[in-house]
């Protein structure tokens, strides 16, 4: 049964290490430059009321989806930490 648990531990390792990883940070660059382009809408169209609020909602979108990414890694860690994996 020990060697079951080695396997399912290491298993575990590298799909966190191979995929959830570099999915979050995927995701977060992704969410970040959302962010930054409705920034830079906002700023292109400063004398547009309808291009500003583009460019606003673009911005909440980016910032909430860096929350959401930031949120599945501190879930990721506290499930990892309460099963005493090594992720």
Not at 4 to 33: C, G, H, N
Not at 34 to 46: C, P, R, S
Not at 74 to 87: F, H, K, Q
């Amino acid at each position: 049964m020990i060697a079951y648990a080695a396997t399912a531990d290491q298993f575990i390792d590298v799909v966190t290490d191979k995929i959830i990883d570099p999915l979050i940070i995927l995701l977060s660059a992704v969410a970040l430059l959302y962010f930054l382009w409705g920034l830079l809408e906002m700023i292109i169209n400063a004398d547009n009321e309808t291009g500003r609020e583009t460019g606003r909602r673009h911005m909440l979108y980016g910032v909430i989806g860096l929350a959401v990414m930031l949120s599945a890694y501190g879930i990721m860690n506290v499930i990892c930490d309460t099963l005493s994996l090594s992720c």
